[in-house]
């Protein structure tokens, strides 16, 4: 069965693979640049990429690269939500332990030196640890495919009360990089805060103090810092 294509964005395509289960995402040729440039840019991008998701996945829930070709990423599909689709219709306190849940892992990213460039609830998906569904609707028609999945339970991510938990994952590391520099990572807290306040205004003030409660590193009062000019240069900027 041909891949589905499930999102199309400026730098990638991104198909579901039904038939083994895995995410490819594709990087589509720019024709405004010159074609070896081209082919040289998506090249690197591409192995960029993978590598950073690959070093995310040892200190991180992310989904693991499967394979990587000259252009394509194949990844391990995750049927969870998407979080900026689903979390204003959970309860408040669910709603601030994901956040909790979040802020912990972005932590251990910034600790490794990890900037994600990306961070939004758009990119964080809860796996729930029961078998379910996931409604994928194809850009392509208007056919809504229903796409059966079992859930990716592990011994380790058992609560002490015997009851698996979910768990969150970071993905789409498309525009990441890796640097120590304080600035950077403020803004990755910029990003998802302002994103917070664009999908869950109701109450992102509440759901970022949660974020942050776990977000809990070295160089936090630093960062926090920085993210106050990062803030301030933006309502200033004209």
């Known amino acids: 069965m041909k ?39 998506r090249k690197s991008r591409t192995r960029s990429e993978a590598k950073l998701l690959e070093k995310a996945s040892q200190i ?50 910034h600790d490794a030196d990890i900037i994600h460039g990306d961070l939004t609830t758009s990119n964080t998906i809860l796996l729930k640890n029961t078998t379910h569904s996931k ?3 194809s850009k392509n028609s208007k056919e809504i495919k229903q796409v059966e999945e079992k859930s990716l339970n592990t011994t380790k991510n058992t609560s002490e009360s015997g009851v698996r938990a979910d ?8 525009l990441g990089f890796i640097s120590s520099r304080i600035e950077d990572k403020a803004v990755d807290l910029h990003l998802i805060k302002q994103a917070l306040e664009a999908k869950h205004y109701q109450n992102h003030e509440a759901l970022f103090k949660n974020f ?3 977000y ?14 990062v803030e301030s240069r933006g309502r200033y900027k004209h």
């Open 212 to 214: 942050l409660k776990s």
């Open 3 to 41: 891949p589905l294509l499930i999102s199309q964005g400026a730098e990638a395509k991104i198909l579901l693979d039904k038939d083994r289960n895995i995410i490819i995402k594709d990087r589509t040729i720019k024709s405004y640049r010159h074609p070896k440039l081209d082919e040289k840019i």
């Open 167 to 174: 768990k969150i994952y970071i993905i789409d590391f498309g």
């Open 135 to 137: 409604i994928i609707k």
């Open 60 to 109: 991180i829930n992310t989904p693991k690269v499967i394979k990587t070709n000259k252009f394509e990423i194949e990844i391990e599909y995750l049927p969870g939500e998407r979080l900026s689709e689903t979390l204003n219709q959970k309860e408040e306190k669910e709603q601030f332990k994901i956040m909790n849940q979040i802020g912990k892992q972005v932590a251990k990213l």
């Open 216 to 229: 809990n590193l070295k160089e936090k009062d630093k960062i926090l810092e920085q993210l106050k000019k």
